[in-house]
């Protein structure tokens, strides 16, 4: 492998990705649902906002250190859970868990992992967050609630935007399984792909990790868009985060809210947290990108719960854009993935390097040293998504 240092940026990685990891995994990170506009807008609208160049200002010694729920941060990022990790790289949710460690972040692990929570726990021995989706099978929640706190999770992320499984027509066009079936046109693409195939060899994890073994009565759990429709529950309402919320006692965080009426209610419900979340354009398409409406949550909220933002983060200046309006932290999904896909651990540690060198320099050509200076003065256009 060539070195890491001539990987410059996200989109670098990117590249890398779609050249190593099998198609159907690839596309399933590299696409949205329905006409991808909302996938699309994500990136392009944050693009929009510019910020001021500031000059003869004393910059030395900047800071970009930051909390999490009370918990220190090495920068306002965090990784954001994503199904299949597992499958961009072998072992993929406990190579980004050590990187994530390693570089001082908060990890995400998804329900829909193929490394389990005991996986994580076991290789890390670092208290991470783990994320749930309200499922017809109560017992079978109780369950992974119990197991996450059995793992010293210290925060559970709950997310609300997929009692229904969004369009995605390039996971249906490819036939998306895990792991993949032994079709000949995947078999023909394996080929092409020999370095995900040395890793994948080396391991057993190459199905949902934390439900093989626990759920009762799934029909086909390879595939993501059948166990959604057996298993995700379209009755979900307030009340059942409630009921979550009681189950668990700790520290909760809400994902998927896109509306300031819903932002009040998960205050209601007393979330520690919200993500402004599209769901990285993959469920509703059509709806607004985070980062139009950010700034409205933001003044929804009063300050009466952190909050983060996520769908289209590539750089270190698309987290300050995210702060500059309102936001405490903000999660990414897709830069970390085509991290590892490209290049495992040392991928996902090298992005979330080239992310806090991105986010360090900016702030220093904005005139900036802190993250508590961070504010909407620091862009020309603030008032673009008004």
């Not at 499958?87 to 190579?95: C, K, N, P």
């Not at 009692?163 to 079709?183: C, F």
């Not at 668990?248 to 209601?268: F, R, S, T």
């Not at 903000?330 to 830069?335: D, E, T, Y």
Request: hydrophobic fraction near 40%; glycine fraction near 8%; proline fraction near 4%.
């Amino acid at each position: 492998m060539k070195s890491l240092k001539k990987v410059t940026h996200v989109a670098d990685f990117q590249e890398l990705a779609r050249k190593r990891v099998p198609k159907m995994f690839y596309e399933y990170v590299d696409s949205g649902s329905w006409t991808q506009s909302s996938y699309r807008a994500n990136q392009e609208d944050l693009q929009r906002l510019l910020f001021k160049q500031r000059v003869a200002v004393n910059i030395e010694q900047r800071s970009m250190t930051s909390t999490f729920l009370g918990q220190p941060a090495a920068m306002p990022v965090a990784l954001a859970p994503t199904g299949l990790t597992g499958m961009q790289h072998a072992d993929g949710e406990i190579l980004a868990a050590l990187a994530a460690k390693n570089k001082g972040v908060p990890f995400t692990l998804s329900t829909m992992s193929i490394c389990s929570l005991e996986d994580i726990a076991t290789h890390t021995q670092t208290p991470f967050w783990f994320q749930l989706y309200m499922m017809r099978d109560r017992a079978f929640m109780e369950a992974l609630i119990e197991r996450a706190k059995a793992a010293q999770c210290s925060a559970l992320v709950v997310t609300l935007d997929l009692q229904v499984l969004g369009q995605r027509h390039k996971d249906i066009k490819n036939g998306l399984t895990t792991p993949p079936k032994p079709t000949l046109r995947n078999l023909l693409n394996l080929a092409t792909k020999p370095y995900w195939c040395t890793h994948m060899s080396k391991t057993q994890r190459r199905t949902f990790g934390n439900i093989v073994g626990h759920a009762k009565g799934v029909s086909d759990v390879s595939s993501l868009a059948v166990w959604t429709a057996e298993q995700f529950d379209p009755t979900l309402c307030w009340n059942d985060i409630e009921w979550i919320k009681a189950r668990w006692g700790g520290k909760l965080i809400l994902k998927g809210i896109m509306e300031p009426e819903d932002a009040q209610l998960a205050v209601q419900v007393g979330a520690d947290a919200i993500v402004v979340s599209n769901h990285g354009g993959r469920q509703l398409d059509g709806a607004p990108s985070t980062i139009a409406v950010l700034s409205a949550i933001v003044d929804a909220v009063k300050g009466q719960t952190e909050i983060y933002m996520d769908g289209g983060i590539r750089s270190g200046q698309d987290v300050l854009r995210a702060m500059a309006l309102g936001a405490d932290g903000v999660m990414i999904g897709r830069a970390f993935l085509y991290a590892l896909g490209a290049a495992g651990q040392a991928g996902v540690e090298r992005c979330l390097d080239l992310i806090a060198n991105e986010l360090d320099v900016t702030m220093a050509l904005c005139g900036r040293r802190h993250l508590s200076e961070v504010d909407r003065s620091m862009l020309r256009n603030p008032d673009l998504f008004k």
